[in-house]
């Protein structure tokens, strides 16, 4: 490790010493459990200890404060889709209970093509997957949503760019 | 140049899934991919990144399925954002205490079989379990009872004599205490069934109802309660030795039994449902049971990806 990595992480400890129960008590007002307020608690001087470039902090409690919110996002979105994704399955009455196994494995995927096509317009969604997932045609897929050939091959377009620019970021 | 790359390999894309690229068209895609390194790098990583749909597809999963879960609000960012940088808001956040909706607890079973898979084990009594496909169990013996749990599935149990310790198993929906030597219980969805095969079985029902199945006899139980005692078919352990026995069964009660040997999606049309079926089939091969029966009954079965499989009037 460098010396200036060892600057950084000793400056991090510093504010992990100073603010850390802070930030908890102030997660825990608003997760139930206290487990869970560590949880991100800590998440967040994980992050911050791998962006080394944000030293000097003028205001850490700011930036601590920016960087669990965004960590309370995913861990939201994540039980969204998570329960959403199950309601979806309980509707579907002649669709098979998948074993727990199965439904773990899908749950991760799930977040992954959430992150991958976040952004996207429902209806590109919606394409992309007819696509991607059931193997269908662009004129199935244009029967299928009653859109026009020339919309599906629009949307595809959108979804693969947006797939595309990720790859390169 | 990153633009002018990604505009290109997008037109590629959009052209290949279409349907109606022609040979040609792929090799022309092909000629270009090798034509730079940087082509071919990005179509990796997209391929890799696309990798992540094998899940989906693997589990029979459909667009539609997932473009539900995919639409779920996301409304809680704008909630944080004033609960956390505004002043001290204890808006009740109760909806964050639900556990996530995940029942890891299988993966750690004591006994546990995948689809299409049976196993037997001999417990330390010398009782003997069965585990039909897709099932999973614990064990917890002690010094004042033998306790089965089933957590998912099927099994029959084959049980040792003791003179001390009952044998019992316990499901979601039901406490079960043996008598006998021989019984089979099955649960799953929600949907249960006790076969007393051999000997009594006591069953204690979620809601407090308590039965006394005799020797020969089944019966049906869901969450709200037992449903009649019926004389038992004799098909109800044939999966032991891999078969499946139906005499004028409906055809639902067939699929039903398939489902934990299908990889995949295996959808019923209600308006088929009814079908009776009789026969003897081999559990091993359910795409061979589902073209057998089309044969016979008026059904159609159309398969995509062979993991997801419809059942469909004809």
Redesign the interface.
């Known amino acids: 490790m460098s010396g200036a990595d060892t600057s950084h992480s000793d400056y991090v400890g510093g504010l992990f010493r100073s603010h850390y129960d802070w930030l908890c008590s102030?997660?825990h007002?608003?997760?139930?459990?206290r487990a869970?307020a560590e949880d991100i608690a800590a998440d967040t001087f994980v992050q911050l200890l791998s962006a080394p470039g944000v030293v000097p902090i003028r205001q850490p409690r700011a930036l601590l404060?920016t960087i669990?919110?965004r960590l309370?996002?995913q861990l939201?979105?994540r039980?969204?889709?998570?329960?959403?994704?199950?309601?979806?399955?309980d509707h579907?009455e002649?669709?098979?209970?998948?074993?727990?196994?199965?439904?773990?494995?899908?749950?991760?995927?799930?977040h992954?093509?959430?992150q991958?096509?976040d952004g996207l317009p429902?209806k590109v969604?919606?394409t992309f997957?007819?696509?991607?997932?059931?193997?269908?045609?662009?004129?199935?897929i244009a029967a299928e949503l009653g859109i026009s050939q020339r919309s599906v091959?629009d949307y595809?377009?959108r979804a693969?760019?947006r797939?595309?620019?990720?790859?390169?970021e | 140049m990153?633009d002018d790359?990604?505009?290109d390999?997008?037109?590629w894309?959009?052209l290949l899934?279409?349907?109606?690229a022609t040979a040609g068209d792929w090799q022309r895609y092909q000629l270009w991919r090798a034509a730079d390194p940087r082509h071919d790098a990005?179509c990796r990583?997209?391929e890799t990144?696309?990798g992540?749909?094998q899940?989906?597809?693997a589990?029979g999963?459909?667009?539609?399925?997932?473009?539900?879960?995919?639409?779920?609000?996301?409304s809680?960012?704008q909630v944080?954002?004033v609960?956390?940088?505004g002043a001290?808001v204890?808006?009740g956040?109760?909806w964050?205490?639900?556990p996530?909706?995940?029942?890891?607890?299988?993966?750690t079973a004591d006994i546990r079989t995948?689809?299409g898979e049976r196993r037997t084990v001999t417990l330390d009594d010398g009782s003997e379990l069965s585990l039909n496909a897709?099932s999973a169990a614990d064990i917890q013996f002690d010094p004042q009872r033998r306790l089965v749990r089933l957590r998912?599935g099927e099994l029959l149990a084959r049980v040792a004599g003791d003179r001390i310790r009952p044998f019992m198993i316990q499901t979601y929906q039901a406490r079960l205490r043996a008598y006998g030597n021989r019984l089979l219980v099955r649960e799953?969805?929600g949907q249960g069934q006790v076969v007393a095969l051999n000997g009594a079985v006591e069953i204690d029902s979620q809601n407090g109802e308590r039965l006394q199945l005799a020797a020969g006899h089944e019966v049906h139980y869901d969450r709200a309660g037992f449903g009649p005692v019926q004389a038992s078919s004799s098909g109800a352990t044939a999966w032991v030795d891999g078969f499946l026995q139906v005499r004028d069964r409906p055809l639902s009660e067939v699929i039903e039994a398939l489902?934990p040997y299908?990889n995949g999606?295996?959808?019923?049309?209600?308006s088929v449902a009814g079908l009776r079926v009789s026969g003897l089939y081999r559990l091993d091969n359910p795409q061979q049971i589902l073209d057998t029966l089309a044969r016979t009954l008026p059904i159609h079965i159309t398969r995509?990806?062979g993991l997801w499989v419809n059942v469909n009037a004809a």
């Open positions: 102030r997660l007002r608003h997760l139930d459990s869970h404060t669990a919110q309370m996002y939201w979105r039980r969204d889709l998570e329960r959403a994704y199950l309601e979806a399955l579907d002649t669709c098979t209970a998948p074993s727990a196994e199965a439904l773990a494995q899908m749950l991760e995927a799930l992954a093509i959430d991958l096509l429902a969604k919606a997957l007819l696509s991607q997932l059931n193997g269908l045609t662009y004129p199935e091959s595809m377009t693969f760019n797939c595309l620019r990720l790859c390169l | 990153n790359l990604i505009n390999a997008t037109r894309y959009v899934r279409s349907g109606q990005l990583q997209l990144r696309l992540v749909f899940i989906p597809q589990q999963v459909s667009g539609q399925l997932l473009q539900q879960a995919l639409d779920a609000p996301s809680r960012r944080l954002q609960a956390l940088v001290g204890a808006a956040a109760t964050l205490a639900k996530l909706g995940v029942p890891l607890a299988d993966l995948g689809t897709q998912e799953r969805a489902r299908h999606v295996l959808r019923l049309d209600p995509r990806t």
